[in-house]
């Protein structure tokens, strides 16, 4: 089991930049393929980013492709989301997700493990 910890949310200015990360509890990380996601006020909770166990695969959400880069240090167990030239539409809680095991780390994978969330606002 793994326990998700995100922080690195605030407020920006649309063209700015934050960093997400999700830290990560138990011994297993590096088995666990990790996705970040998120739910504006009044949507359903989309996927935006996902990273394979081994971080050799990534995934996008078509409207996060260029700006958005997943990453992670399976040292530190941790999982990071680079936001480049935000937008007011990016505002949302962002979610950090676990699923063990290998494959493609897709939007409809099985993801068995959820943050707290942590809250982006983008200001025009």
């Known amino acids: 089991q793994v326990q998700l910890v995100e922080s690195g949310g605030g407020l920006v200015q649309a063209g700015g930049s934050l960093r997400l990360s999700c830290d990560a509890s138990?011994?297993?990380?590096?088995?666990?393929?990790m996705g970040w996601f998120r739910q504006a006020p009044g949507k359903e909770r989309e996927f935006v980013a996902g990273?394979?166990?081994?971080?050799?695969?990534?995934n996008y959400a078509d409207s996060v492709k260029g700006r958005f880069t997943i990453s992670r240090d399976n040292v530190k167990n941790t999982v990071y989301l680079q936001m480049n030239s935000l937008k007011p539409v990016d505002t949302a809680v962002y979610y950090c997700a676990a699923d063990l095991g290998l494959g493609y780390p897709s939007a409809d994978r099985p993801w068995a493990y959820w943050g707290q969330g942590t809250q982006v606002t983008v200001s025009s």
């Open positions: 990273i394979s166990w081994g971080g050799r695969a990534t």
């Open positions: 138990g011994r297993t990380f590096s088995s666990y393929a």
